[in-house]
Structure formats: C-alpha cells, structure tokens
C-alpha cells in the first residue's frame, strides 16, 4: 500500500522493498517482480478449477459416518436412478491394488495400506462410494440415496489407547514384505483378522507391528545417556503434547481429469507432479507415457498437497467414465478427510551441570498416524533429526513409536515433525535452565553447534536407510541468538502498567533441511531458442514460493540475459524431467541446482557453437548482457539471436537444449532463531505475542522479498497452532471443529503488534548461488518461543498445543 | 437454502408477509451463512426499505435504524462509543459491511456481538407486527416474550446517548465466536449486566445488578450468585470448561463494574 | 427472475433464481477469479466483491439483491499485460504468493485508496486486518502490507 501510494504520487517507489544480497551478481539476491506474480494478482487462468470445462462431470464422495467399521453391503441401485448419474465407485467395483497416498520417493517409506475403496472404513470422513454425475446437484443427491449397511467396530483416538493392551486394531490384515521379510512372517500373518481388514505392504522394513497398532518405529543412541543422567547436577523430565490441525490452504483440494487420446491428463493442484503420475499409474493401471500431469498454480500447498489424496480417485473415475472429472473438497473435507499434522507426544529427560553444559538428552516420541500410514516414519524422525543437532552434546537417545488410530488422517505439513521437536526440546532446555538456577540464553550459547562439528546422531537418522555423518557446513545459527537477543533486550524484564498483565520473553534455536541427500532428484532443460530467449523446463514444482522465478533468475545470471527473455515452464509431466517434488524444503537447493547444471551446460554450448561460428577458441569468449557472446581478445560479439538462428538454419548443428539433472549427498542446513515476547494476563489467562522476531540463515536469499513474506507466514502458521488451532474429536471421532470458524485460523488480529523478520547473511556452499531453505524451518519456533516466555511471565509450563487461556488458568491454580 | 425471495418494498409489506416458514433477510451474513441456524423456505429482503435506514438523535436518545451495519454504526458521529465498542467485536471489515443492528438483535445468538451492550444500555426496540402496528420494548422484554414477538419487524433501535457501559469479549481469535460477551453498564444510578454465553445463555443478569446497583460484590459473591442463577448452567465443549466459563463470567463482571462505578473507560 | 446489474462497467442481464448466490451468478458471467475459500462462511475474503462500492462477500449475497447494483470483481482491475498501480506493488512487495485470493485483496486494497487516498497506518491496518485469514498466503499478503507501513 506504501509502495502504491509512493508510486501515485511521486512516479516511483521510495521505501527499500527488501534488502539485497551478493552485490556482484545482477538478479540473484536483489527483490524483483515474481514472474507468475501479474498472472495471479490480475485473476487471470491459474488454478486449477479455471481449466474445468463445460461438459465437465462432478464427482462428490460419500463418506463414513463411523470412525471404525466394516461394510457389510452396498446398496447404490436408488442412487443410480437419479438422471445424470454417470457411475458410482465403491470397494466391489474398483480395483483391490494397495497403495498409500503420500507423495514421496519410489520405494516409498510409507506403507501400502490402503486401496481407492476399503472395505474397512477407519475414520469419520473415510472414503465410502463416489458419485460421478453431469451436475454436482445430481451427484450430491445421488449420494444421499446410497445405502450403506455397516459393521460399526471400537476405534481408538489417542496414542495412549493405541497402545493399550486388547486395544481395537486399526489395521488387522495381512502383511507383506518388498524387501527385508522378518522370517517369521507367515506366523505372524497367521493372526490376520477379516479379509476385509485388507492388506498392508512395506516395501522395506519399519520396525511395525500392527498387532500393537505400531505403524513404524526407531531408536538410536550415542554416548551413554543412562551414564550422564546418573552423574550430572541437574535431570529434568516432562512430556511436551501437541494437537492435531489442518493446513488450511485457502484453495481446497481439488483435482480435473479426462481422457484425451487414450491417455490421462490430470490437472493437478499439487507438491509432487511425478509422485501423482506414478500413483494414478498404479490405481489405473496406465503406463506413466500415458498420464499428463499438469501442475497449475497452487493455491497453498504447506505439505497437503505434497500427498495424492484425490488425484488417485479423480484420475481414476475419469479413466472408467471416459469423461472429464472435477472434484473439489469442501472446507469440512479438508479437515476429516485429507491430511494434517500428526498429533505427538514428546517426552523429554534432560541433564545439566552448574556450567551449563547439558549432558545428556532422551527423546521418546509417541506420534499418532491417524488410520493410515501416511509420512509415518519420516515425520516422526524427523522430530528428533532436526532437532538433536542443534546440539553440540556426546550422549544423545532417541526412541520413537507411531501408532494407528481411528483420527482424521495426518500427513505431511510444512516442518514436517519439526516444530514438535524443537518444543519438547527447547522447552526442556528453559526447564532445565531454570532448574540449575542460570540463563538460558548462556544455556543456548554453550550448548549450539558450530560449523565444523561433527553430527555423530545422524547415523540413525536416514529416512530408512542409515544417514550420513556429515560436519555442520554454513552456520548462522550463533549470530541468530546474540542478534535477536539484542533486539529483544533479553534479560531486560518489562513490565506493563496493568498489574493483571504480567511480560515474559522466550526463543527458541531452530534448523531444517534443504533437501534431502542421497533421496531427491531434480531435472532441468534448457533451450536456447531460435530468437535467442531461453526456455526452462523444470521438473519443480512452484507452489507459490516462488521457486521459478528462482530458476529464471538463475538462468539471466549465468546467461546475463533479460528476464523478461526467460519463461520456466515447471510441474509439466510431459515436457520437463523428473523431480521429487516440493517437499522437504527442497525447492530451491534441489530444483534450483538443477537449473544451476542445465543453464551452465547451456552456456557451454553456446561458448562451444559461438567459438565455431566465431571462428575463436572457446577459451576467448564468454557471456555478456543482455544476450551475447563476446571475445576477450578480438572484441568481436554474436548475439543469442544470430547465434541461434545461425545454428537452426538448416545447414547448422541444430537447437542448443541442455539437460541438468542435480542429485547430492551434501547437506545445505539453514538455521535461525525465534524470539517472542509475551503478556499474559493472570487473571483471565489472556495471552497477547507483543513482539515474535524471526531471524534466520537461509544462505543467499534469492527472492529476499518473496523469503520474507515465506518467514512471516510461517509463523504466523505457527503462532496459530501453538495458541489457536485445534481439531477437537467427540468422543465417536466425530471432528468439531471443522470450519474455520471453530477451528480458530489466526487472523491479522492475531499478529505480533511488534513483527520482523531478519535475514541473517551466509554464503552456502552447495547451494545454488549459495542459498539454503527458507519456509519450512520458519514454522519451527513459535511454540517454544511463546513457551518459554509464558513461563517468563507468569512462572508456569504449558506443555501442551494449543495454549489457550483456560490452560493457563488452570496451571496458575485459578481454576 | 432458501427457495424463495421477496424484495419487500416497504415495512409494512415486510411486517405482513412473516409467517413462521419465512424470515427476514438483512445482512445476509447468517441467512445466507454455512451451518446457519436460520432455516426458512422464504426469504424477505428487508435491504430496501428506506424506513429501516439512518441514524437520529432525539431527547438524548439514539435511533438506529434496524437496517443500520455495524461499519455505518462505527461511522457515525451519533452513535455513543460504548456501542462502538460492541461493534468492533466484529472483527472482519467485509463482514461489518454487510451486517446490521437489526439482524443481529433478531437471531440472538449466544455468542452476540451486541446484545449484552444493549442489555446493559437498556436499549429500546421499535416493533411492528404483521398489522404493521409498531411498539416499543426493551431488549430484555423481546427475549423473554421472544415467543410472541417473533414475527415481528424490528425497525429500529433506541440507545441513551449518555450511558455508562463497558464491555469485554473472549474469543479463540477475533473471527471466531464468542466464549463469553460481557457488558456491565449504569443508566439512570442503575446497573445492568448483560452477557451472552455461548450455547448457554443470552441474558440480562437481574440478580447481579441489583446487587450491584446496591453494592459493591466480590468475586466470590459474583460467582456464588452465578452458580444460583439457573439458566447459567454451563456444559463442556468445544470452548471450554465449565470452571472456566463460570469463573471468567465472575472475574469479568467484578472487574467491568468497577470499571462502570469508578467512572473509567 | 431478471436480474441487470452492471458488472465491471458493462451492462448485463440474468434469468436465474433470485436465491441463487451472487457468486454463482458471476460465476456464469466469467467472473472466476471470485473464489470460494470456506464454503459460503464469510471468513476468508477469497469472494470479496464491491457492490455499489462496498466490500461484501458474494457467497453472503442473493442474486436478486443485486438487481439494480453495481459489481465490480477482481479481474476488473488491469490485466497481466496492463497492471494497476496497486496490483505491481503488491507483487513487488512479495505478498503474491500462493495468491489464492490476492486478486481479491488487489479489489479491496484499491477500493480502500479511491475511498481515502491518504489512509494512515492505522487505518490500513484496520482494512487488512478485517479482511482475510485462513492461510498463510494472505497473511503473510497483509502482515506484510501493514509492516510496510
């Protein structure tokens, strides 16, 4: 608005938009226009419910009403009279292939549990039948006329009745092994129960029992734990709750599919083109040549949509119907059946001397999957992989078990276990502090690791297979601390004018990832077109991050080209390569490096072709703006126009098109630091976040402007779940808070009164241009942050999500 | 969904066509609201009537039109700022655009923005039945006679431009509804407590004031006072606890009245 | 029920339902980039619309309310070829992200300018404040706006 006005009145902007990096490059570093921005911000054709067309069928699913129960039989014969009614899938005529619904590498870490239709339905909201019909009105009435006979079972909520003895068993079934079958399997199959439990398939081992509802499992150690705990100054142990919330991307999921030519074309709202080619290839039994997926514009993804959960069914009533599909979630849908973050209970034990060195830490984490299997390894370890390097400590334990429930499903969502782990452990660390009677910020300094230091703990740490030991590479992490603990004037006790309203101040240290090595893969292609302009087709996916103005901008460096003479073409199945997809903050290290190979290729290309229509030598010429090669030595230039047309003329060698393709065992860490400071009224347990101050190193930024709005609206994401959201289940599993309304979304009257976001300056050395992550490890902080500082202010632990007024009460002994 | 809608063109048009399948149409932000909770086969738009418009000032009183949004009511220079204050409770600006005084008055929903404000203000509502005869009542007397009065057209609104009321409003964020809205306020040496309680009650709390018009209460008077009063039998749910409700209903009054008796804002 | 209405400066005419949704009727004009985000519960902004100059929200209004008015929709400010002042800057600013219902906040935010072109900070932050919310793209559009403020 600033800028709007500055721009009315004067001719142009006068306020900095954002701060710069790298001074010695041209684009990369520098705020500039995001290159889907005009599209977006003018309403024009980008999502996906703007290519639906008119002859379009709708498809509306049926769901169960019931949180664990068999079908017994299926009655459609009424619903099949309602006019317009093309089909209507269900369990008995759709096929029995197993799969699971989680966008992430082949062979996946997340067990096949599940088919299109189960005949065992496990949640509120669970699939049931799906109505496709030439009206959404014919489909939605159609669907009300399917009678359902159920088999209504026990179900269990919570981590703690999963593990109970004789609890109710989510899965049952049969399992099997791709890889590593315990030799004791056909015995322990010889247990399963209904054949309507269905199947579950690994396709490696998870450490899983679904006898005990344990869905996966892990454990490692080093150093000595016990030891520590037995010899140190101070032990501190308590168990860290929190609650199960939604995304809530303003777009719903929704998905448009048809039959062209004998092949499927999926338009896609999604993290993962590749991961929805593959998984509509297994439930339709097409050939991956004959699927297009066409990623749109994506109206918020924060890891819903890194998850195939109606791209399966959409591409597979539009494959039987031979219609075009649409289907579109409601806001309740998105919320009971769709994918949100796994509830976890963190239990923390902690040991320190008076110096303040910590001595030893075990983590045991419980983490709920909902009813299937969705993330349900990685998540969880992601809660201890990206939390127990943070800290420079020799004895380190970590033990963590996932159940099955009958819950609404959890899935991937952006920090991805993270920022349930950094609470627990953070928190555990101010108690610690306290307890041992000194400051917890001198408890953070001593205690962080430091560029060079060795990460033994990430040995156990892989993603089903055994992690690297890698040293700390680029580290801003110390000069987050001390910078944002002068901001905040740590130490400095304030106090407000009310006696009710009582100040505290709290942060938190916080890494993820970029990437992760040794699993994702990223592809680019560069072509050098005919005038000289240059098209990437990238395999990434930008979901409004941003992600392919980082690869044009990446191209117009190497090249020095004009970025109006740059157009990525991104998340088409057909005309880019293969990537894992936007997920794991990936995008940039990963797809970006992909761009970084392709458009170096593609520059030595043209220095190649250029030297033999030059007649110089390759080691003369270079590039220059805006799109030229030049000679150091003759002086001589060739634009990329003559150059092109030059070689595509007939008698030429032909398009100059680059391939990239970026894999990695390097590990590019960002780090950062999150302060809050908080009032809490002691009297009615009002809490107001004064100040939330988010400093971070995120390598280069490339985007600095775009990299700031991603920090703010991640933790305003995660002020949200630390204080506001909650998905509240009735005592039959029922959600009731599925609007957003109940649900409690913070809105701008929620915000910090006092917000900044900080980059912190590190070059990155893997990184493309030296950039790392930005977005995922933003969502990390808040709880903690507003954790500690509620304890600052008023003295007591909230060890529970959301920390809401009542809970405050009831720890200050008011109610 | 309705099936049906009337444009109304007059007051009196509207006032005759209610019947108990029908309802009226201000605002539309809960008519036309996902889970509303107003179920009518006709809907009657009451958005052109001009009667039901505008704000006045008479004999230190102010008339607000039933038609009146919460955005014009923050707008105008007549409306007393203790009403403004209910109005800001509303916390989307869109939303204050679109809905009005009258509608809000008319659904009486547990988790109102403004009724506890003009319980407390002892506001006066203009009526008119399907003969399009108008009368007056105070908005204690429309809910508890709500049964025979439901029909009727609120036409406008009636608040003492000088009045003595603080209120207070909790909520999970500012878009969702209410836990507990709580005026306290003083007309003419009397005290009147307004509160609406979600999914429990929407009242004016005639034990209380009086009390309070007496003397002052403690916090645990209050509360004992409220474990008496039958219709404040709160439940757990989705906002909370019992202990809770009941105890941040007894803080907040104590703490509103001292506010209202020593003169404060 | 005939409806004329004038929709973005061009005169137009329906025969619908008078119940129907105003954002269905726009819908059927081509006005798509009016957007449902929460179900017809007036909570997200993503079909804010100007009626006769007021911000409303279009799944809150009847089609036969409107008969008479004037509409103005988000993609009735420039084009991505010719865009508004308001439009580059917010792109320029960063806040276009996932943008769900940035066309929407460009309508609301242009409306608050033509209404008062010299708001204060304060008064910006009451507009922004009130209008969106649900997800972090639009959050992160209006936090922004105001910090920038």
């Known amino acids: 608005m600033k800028l709007a006005l500055e721009k009315m009145k004067g001719g142009c902007y006068k306020s900095e938009i954002a701060p710069s990096f790298r001074p010695e490059l041209e684009v990369i570093g520098k705020p500039g226009a995001k290159i889907d921005g005009p599209q977006l911000v003018s309403g024009e054709r980008a999502f996906v419910e703007d290519y639906v067309t008119p002859d379009t069928c709708y498809m509306v699913v049926l769901r169960s009403p019931h949180a664990s129960a068999y079908i017994n039989s299926i009655d459609d014969s009424e619903a099949r009279k309602v006019e317009g009614v093309i089909e209507i899938l269900t369990a008995y005529n759709t096929p029995e292939t197993h799969y699971m619904q989680a966008g992430q590498g082949n062979p996946e870490p997340s067990p096949h549990d599940r088919r299109l239709f189960n005949l065992k339905v496990r949640h509120v909201g669970d699939r049931v039948a799906a109505v496709i019909a030439e009206t959404l009105e014919a489909a939605k009435e159609a669907c009300s006329k399917i009678k359902v006979d159920y088999e209504v079972l026990p179900a269990v909520f919570t981590v703690e009745e999963a593990m109970a003895p004789g609890a109710p068993l989510v899965h049952n079934g049969i399992v099997e092994y791709r890889s590593g079958a315990p030799a004791d399997l056909d015995e322990y199959n010889k247990k399963a129960g209904d054949p309507r439990e269905g199947k579950v398939i690994y396709q490696f081992p998870l450490h899983a029992d679904i006898h005990k509802n344990i869905a996966a499992s892990n454990k490692g150690e080093i150093g000595n734990v016990d030891e520590a705990f037995a010899h140190s100054d101070a032990v501190v142990e308590a168990t860290y709750q929190t609650s199960q919330i939604q995304h809530t991307p303003l777009e719903t999921h929704l998905c448009f599919a048809k039959m062209e030519g004998g092949r499927l074309t999926v338009y896609a709202s999604t993290q993962v083109p590749y991961h929805v080619r593959r998984i509509v290839g297994w439930v339709t039994g097409l050939p991956e040549n004959k699927i297009h997926i066409i990623k749109t514009r994506v109206g918020g993804g924060y890891g819903s949509k890194q998850d195939i959960l109606i791209e399966d069914l959409t591409g597979y009533a539009a494959f039987v119907t031979g219609r075009p599909v649409f289907c579109h979630n409601t806001r309740e849908e998105e919320f009971i059946a769709n994918s949100t973050r796994h509830p976890m209970r963190v239990h923390v034990k902690m040991s320190g001397n008076k110096d303040g060195q910590i001595t030893g830490i075990f983590m045991e984490v419980c983490a709920n999957t909902g009813p299937y299997g969705n993330?349900?390894?990685?998540?969880?370890?992601?809660?201890?992989?990206?939390?127990?390097?943070?800290?420079?400590?020799?004895?380190?334990?970590?033990?963590?078990?996932?159940?099955?429930?009958?819950?609404?499903?959890?899935?991937?969502?952006?920090?991805?276990?993270?920022?349930?782990?950094?609470?627990?452990?953070?928190?555990?660390?101010?108690?610690?502090?306290?307890?041992?009677?000194?400051?917890?910020?001198?408890?953070?300094?001593?205690?962080?690791?430091?560029?060079?230091?060795?990460?033994?703990?990430?040995?156990?740490?892989?993603?089903?297979?055994?992690?690297?030991?890698?040293?700390?590479?680029?580290?801003?992490?110390?000069?987050?601390?001390?910078?944002?603990?002068?901001?905040?004037?740590?130490?400095?006790?304030?106090?407000?004018?009310?006696?009710?309203?009582?100040?505290?101040?709290?942060?938190?240290?916080?890494?993820?990832?970029?990437?992760?090595?040794?699993?994702?893969?990223?592809?680019?292609?560069?072509?050098?077109?005919?005038?000289?302009?240059?098209?990437?087709?990238?395999?990434?996916?930008?979901?409004?991050?941003?992600?392919?103005?980082?690869?044009?901008?990446?191209?117009?460096?190497?090249?020095?080209?004009?970025?109006?003479?740059?157009?990525?073409?991104?998340?088409?199945?057909?005309?880019?390569?293969?990537?894992?997809?936007?997920?794991?903050?990936?995008?940039?290290?990963?797809?970006?490096?992909?761009?970084?190979?392709?458009?170096?290729?593609?520059?030595?290309?043209?220095?190649?072709?250029?030297?033999?229509?030059?007649?110089?030598?390759?080691?003369?010429?270079?590039?220059?703006?805006?799109?030229?090669?030049?000679?150091?030595?003759?002086?001589?230039?060739?634009?990329?126009?003559?150059?092109?047309?030059?070689?595509?003329?007939?008698?030429?060698?032909?398009?100059?098109?680059?391939?990239?393709?970026?894999?990695?065992?390097?590990?590019?860490?960002?780090?950062?630091?999150?302060?809050?400071?908080?009032?809490?009224?002691?009297?009615?347990?009002?809490?107001k976040v004064q100040k939330f101050y988010a400093l971070q190193d995120a390598g280069t930024p490339i985007n600095p402007e775009v990299a700031l709005c991603q920090m703010y609206g991640a933790v305003m994401k995660s002020i949200g779940h630390t204080l506001h959201e909650d998905m509240i289940l009735d005592k039959k599993g029922r959600c009731l808070t599925a609007n957003m309304t109940d649900y409690g979304v913070p809105m701008i009257s929620e915000a910090p009164e006092d917000f900044k976001a900080v980059l912190i300056d590190v070059n990155d050395e893997f990184g493309p241009f030296g950039a790392k992550s930005i977005s995922e490890i933003a969502c990390n902080g808040a709880a903690p942050a507003i954790g500690i500082a509620i304890h600052d202010a008023c003295g007591v632990w909230i060890r529970n999500w959301p920390m809401t007024p009542e809970k405050v009460l009831k720890a200050l002994g008011k109610i | 969904m309705a099936e049906k809608l009337v444009i109304a063109s007059s007051a009196k048009e509207a006032a005759a066509l209610k019947n108990s399948k029908s309802a009226f149409l201000a605002g539309g932000t809960e008519d036309n609201r996902l889970n509303s909770t107003v179920d009518a086969k006709t809907l009657i738009s009451i958005g052109r009537i001009a009667d039901l418009d505008g704000i006045t000032k008479k004999d230190g009183c102010i008339r607000i039109g039933a038609m009146t949004t919460f955005q014009e009511m923050l707008d105008s220079s007549l409306v007393p700022d203790y009403l403004k204050d209910a109005c800001r409770f509303m916390g989307s600006r869109t939303k204050r655009n679109m809905a009005t005084v009258g509608g809000n008055i008319a659904l009486r929903r547990t988790d109102s923005y403004l009724y506890p404000t003009l319980i407390a203000s002892h506001a006066v509502l203009e009526l008119m039945d399907a003969k399009g005869e108008v009368s007056e009542r105070c908005v204690c007397c429309y809910l508890k006679r709500y049964d025979e009065l439901k029909d009727c057209l609120i036409v406008a609104v009636n608040v003492p431009q000088k009045a003595s009321v603080v209120s207070k409003r909790y909520a999970n964020t500012v878009q969702s509804h209410a836990v507990l809205t709580v005026s306290v306020g003083e007309v003419e040496g009397k005290i009147r407590v307004g509160v609406a309680a979600k999914n429990t009650a929407l009242k004016s709390l005639c034990d209380i004031s009086e009390a309070l018009s007496q003397k002052d209460l403690s916090d645990d008077e209050i509360k004992k006072m409220i474990e008496a009063d039958k219709d404040l039998r709160f439940e757990s749910d989705i906002f909370g606890s019992p202990e809770y409700k009941r105890y941040l209903l007894a803080v907040t009054i104590s703490d509103l009245a001292k506010k209202v008796k020593g003169g404060k804002r | 029920m005939r409806i004329d209405c004038i929709i973005n400066g061009k005169n137009r005419s329906f025969d619908i339902d008078p119940t129907m949704r105003l954002r269905d009727m726009l819908l059927i004009n081509g006005n798509f980039a009016v957007r449902d985000s929460d179900d017809c519960e007036g909570f997200c902004g993503s079909d804010t619309v100007l009626v006769d100059g007021t911000p409303v929200y279009a799944n809150l209004v009847l089609a036969g309310e409107v008969n008479g008015c004037e509409i103005r929709t988000p993609d009735g400010l420039g084009n991505s070829q010719h865009l508004t002042i308001v439009q580059q800057a917010m792109i320029d600013a960063g806040v276009v992200q996932s943008a769900y219902n940035a066309p929407a906040a460009a309508l609301l935010l242009t409306w608050l300018l033509e209404k008062n072109p010299n708001p204060s900070k304060e008064e910006i932050g009451k507009e922004s404040e009130s209008f969106q919310g649900g997800d972090q793209g639009c959050l992160k559009r209006n936090l922004h706006q105001r910090r920038r403020l």
């Open chain 1, 375 to 687: 993330h349900c390894l990685t998540v969880p370890m992601n809660s201890c992989s990206k939390t127990l390097p943070l800290f420079k400590c020799d004895n380190m334990r970590y033990d963590l078990k996932v159940y099955y429930t009958n819950t609404p499903p959890a899935g991937a969502y952006q920090g991805y276990g993270t920022p349930k782990g950094t609470y627990g452990l953070m928190m555990a660390m101010a108690e610690l502090a306290d307890k041992l009677g000194i400051d917890y910020k001198d408890m953070v300094l001593k205690n962080h690791v430091e560029e060079g230091y060795m990460l033994e703990i990430l040995k156990g740490l892989g993603e089903g297979r055994e992690g690297n030991v890698v040293p700390v590479g680029s580290c801003g992490l110390d000069e987050a601390v001390r910078k944002g603990c002068d901001m905040i004037n740590w130490g400095k006790k304030e106090v407000s004018s009310d006696p009710d309203w009582k100040i505290g101040k709290g942060f938190a240290m916080i890494m993820q990832g970029s990437g992760l090595p040794g699993l994702d893969h990223s592809e680019a292609i560069a072509k050098l077109e005919t005038d000289g302009t240059v098209i990437l087709n990238s395999g990434g996916a930008d979901i409004g991050t941003g992600l392919d103005t980082i690869s044009a901008k990446i191209v117009a460096e190497i090249l020095k080209l004009p970025m109006d003479r740059i157009t990525v073409n991104s998340g088409d199945t057909d005309s880019c390569a293969f990537d894992t997809g936007a997920y794991a903050s990936s995008g940039t290290f990963f797809s970006g490096n992909a761009s970084v190979v392709a458009t170096r290729k593609l520059k030595d290309m043209i220095i190649k072709e250029a030297a033999f229509q030059m007649g110089e030598k390759e080691e003369d010429l270079d590039v220059r703006a805006p799109g030229e090669v030049y000679s150091k030595k003759t002086g001589k230039t060739l634009s990329y126009y003559e150059l092109s047309h030059t070689a595509c003329s007939g008698t030429g060698h032909g398009q100059m098109i680059a391939h990239g393709t970026f894999t990695t065992a390097a590990s590019s860490v960002p780090y950062g630091a999150h302060f809050a400071q908080v009032a809490v009224n002691t009297r009615t347990g009002e809490i």
